[in-house]
């Protein structure tokens, strides 16, 4: 690396995060959202679940593409079997995050 070309990386690339960094009238992004600690696991719990959902659908369709495609072989079967199992009890769990959630926060406020 020549000598222009690392203070170009120091001017455009490091400085600002350095000016950034020292700035206090700069607030985090996210104050209003997870202020306590029930408003952050509902949170994490809705962006799971968008990322979630979708990966399970894929996994059901690929469990589909197992089972069609098995051509009678009993090994191929019961992989496809396993995936699909094993796809349903996460998708209970994803799409149960929600009501777990509420009674860990509910069985908390007891204490």
């Known amino acids: 690396m020549n000598k222009d070309?690392?203070?170009f990386a120091l001017l455009f690339f490091f400085l600002p995060f350095f000016s950034f960094a020292t700035n206090p009238k700069?607030?985090?992004?996210?104050?209003k959202l997870g202020g306590t600690l029930q408003d952050f696991v509902y949170l994490l719990i809705k962006i799971i679940?968008?990322?979630?959902?979708p990966?399970?659908?894929?996994?059901?369709?690929?469990?589909?593409?197992?089972?069609?495609?098995?051509?009678?072989?009993?090994?191929?079967?019961?992989?496809?079997k396993l995936w699909?199992?094993?796809t349903l009890i996460g998708a209970a769990i994803i799409l149960g995050a929600r009501v777990i959630a509420d009674i860990v926060f509910g069985t908390a406020s007891l204490f």
């Open 49 to 53: 679940q968008a990322v979630a959902i």
């Open 55 to 80: 990966v399970l659908v894929m996994c059901i369709i690929y469990a589909g593409y197992l089972l069609v495609s098995a051509g009678g072989n009993e090994q191929q079967v019961s992989k496809a």
């Open 5 to 7: 070309t690392s203070t």
């Open 26 to 31: 700069l607030a985090p992004p996210v104050t």
């Open 84 to 86: 699909i199992f094993s």
